[in-house]
């Protein structure tokens, strides 16, 4: 069969994350899922378009900036189903602890990352700003809002379109995208770094 010129969606552009204030700024890029292809599974929680840029550790940011890093893992599922799945996105939390400006500029949140040859889409993204007073905000794919002390920023990138029907899904080959659940897979990365660290700390 002919390889397809066009692979199936990935996550979009990187997700750029800015905050910042008179005293410091900050400027990050979050993974998300690598679409499938006939053959491959899609990786997960990895950069697609821009791929020389590496997450700062969590120790170092918060020492340096005025935040908390709740969470960071990957968004299990959230690849597109198919023969070959697509790659998962990430999830990832911060909690503000001074007034900042956070600025996002990210894609896929209104159009999902689309499949091919009968592979389902992967999931969208997602950018909600839980205030203190518990009001949960959809900040959309691109803005800038005020942040204010006890703000959450939850952060969930898309994730990739899976390759062809997902009637005959194919074995999860070692490290390659998420697997049917259940099944074990090898975590690389910063996201693997990330759990790892905390549960040896």
């Known amino acids: 069969p002919l390889v397809p010129l066009t692979p199936p969606s990935l ?23 690598a679409g499938a292809g006939p053959g491959w599974h899609g990786r997960s929680g990895v ?5 020389n840029t590496r997450i700062t550790d969590p120790e170092i940011l918060e020492k340096r900036y005025p935040v908390i890093l709740k969470s960071f893992e990957l968004a299990q599922g959230t690849g597109g189903a198919g023969q070959f799945r697509g790659g998962s996105g990430v999830r990832r939390e911060l909690l503000f602890r001074q007034q900042m400006v956070l600025s996002v500029l990210t894609e896929r949140r209104a159009f ?16 909600l700003l839980t205030r203190r007073d518990g009001r949960t905000l959809n900040l959309g794919g691109k803005t800038s809002v005020t942040v204010f002390p006890g703000d959450i920023f939850r952060l969930q990138t898309p994730g990739g379109g899976g390759f062809g029907p997902p009637t005959e899904p194919a074995p999860a080959e070692e490290g390659q995208g998420v697997p049917p659940r259940g099944r074990p897979f090898a975590e690389r990365g910063s996201v693997c770094d990330y759990r790892l660290a905390q549960e040896t700390a």
């Open 11 to 33: 996550q979009g552009c990187m997700n750029n994350i800015t905050f910042g204030n008179e005293l410091v700024s900050y400027y990050e890029t979050v993974a998300g899922g």
């Open 47 to 51: 950069h697609t378009h821009m791929t």
């Open 112 to 127: 999902r990352p689309y499949g091919l040859q009968g592979g389902e889409s992967g999931a969208p993204g997602l950018n």
